[in-house]
């Protein structure tokens, strides 16, 4: 998929192409797009360690998007979670996330394994209002057995997202983000 700014109407356009979609600008909307690819769903990456070939993201949004099994069945390259935010970079620091202001809103992922989020270095993460309907299309690879994870990351926000009763792990985990920058909104069945 190849992501286009729509200046128009300030939002990216994704079109298929041979790998994942990744988004480099500060600004965009990815949304009511089927995503079919293997690998990961959505890579958020940002370079700031080697090759420098993209920077942080300042405001994306991430709606109405189903994204299905086959979006984490390779473990190859940033395959982190369904959607991966994932940017290169030496060492995170909590005081200072690398990304901001992403929204993940009314997505419906069918995943197979255990991640369907992976955030590293952001401020301002909202996962509200999305939907998780566990496939059995594959088995579970992944190492992690996280469904979302937060690394560095500061005001992250969790809500009125929606689990099915057999979907794997149903849990959150931390890494060098105080359990304090993470709100979970009461009755989705998150285990911390």
Same mark, same amino acid.
């Given at each position: 998929?190849?992501?286009?700014?729509?200046?128009?109407?300030?939002?990216?356009?994704?079109?298929?192409?041979?790998?994942?979609?990744?988004?480099?600008?500060?600004?965009?909307?990815?949304?009511?797009?089927?995503?079919?690819?293997?690998?990961?769903?959505?890579?958020?990456?940002?370079?700031?360690?080697?090759?420098?070939?993209?920077?942080?993201?300042?405001?994306?949004?991430?709606?109405?998007?189903?994204?299905?099994?086959?979006?984490?069945?390779?473990?190859?390259?940033?395959?982190?979670?369904?959607?991966?935010?994932?940017?290169?970079?030496? &060492?995170?620091?909590?005081? @200072?996330?690398?990304? #901001?202001?992403? %929204?993940? /809103?009314? *997505?419906?992922?069918?995943?197979?394994?255990?991640?369907?989020?992976?955030?590293?270095?952001?401020?301002?993460?909202?996962?509200?209002?999305?939907?998780?309907?566990?496939?059995?299309?594959?088995?579970?690879?992944?190492?992690? &057995?996280?469904?979302?994870? @937060?690394?560095?990351? #500061?005001?992250? %926000?969790? /809500?009125? *997202?929606?689990?099915?009763?057999?979907?794997?792990?149903?849990?959150?985990?931390?890494?060098?983000?105080?359990?304090?920058?993470?709100?979970?909104?009461?009755?989705?069945?998150?285990?911390?």
């Amino acid at each position: 998929m190849v992501a286009r700014r729509d200046d128009s109407r300030q939002r990216l356009r994704v079109q298929p192409c041979s790998r994942s979609p990744r988004l480099y600008a500060r600004q965009g909307a990815h949304r009511e797009q089927p995503v079919p690819v293997e690998r990961v769903g959505i890579l958020i990456a940002g370079d700031a360690n080697y090759w420098y070939e993209s920077g942080a993201v300042g405001d994306v949004t991430i709606r109405g998007n189903v994204l299905g099994e086959a979006c984490l069945s390779s473990p190859y390259q940033f395959g982190e979670g369904i959607i991966s935010i994932d940017p290169e970079i030496p &060492k995170p620091d909590p005081a @200072f996330p690398f990304h #901001r202001n992403i %929204r993940i /809103e009314n *997505n419906e992922f069918h995943p197979s394994d255990y991640p369907v989020l992976y955030a590293k270095s952001v401020d301002g993460l909202t996962f509200s209002g999305n939907r998780l309907i566990r496939s059995r299309h594959f088995e579970p690879v992944h190492a992690r &057995k996280t469904t979302l994870t @937060f690394e560095a990351c #500061r005001r992250v %926000r969790v /809500e009125r *997202n929606q689990l099915g009763d057999d979907v794997l792990g149903r849990n959150i985990g931390l890494k060098d983000t105080p359990p304090g920058e993470v709100l979970v909104g009461p009755g989705q069945g998150w285990v911390r």
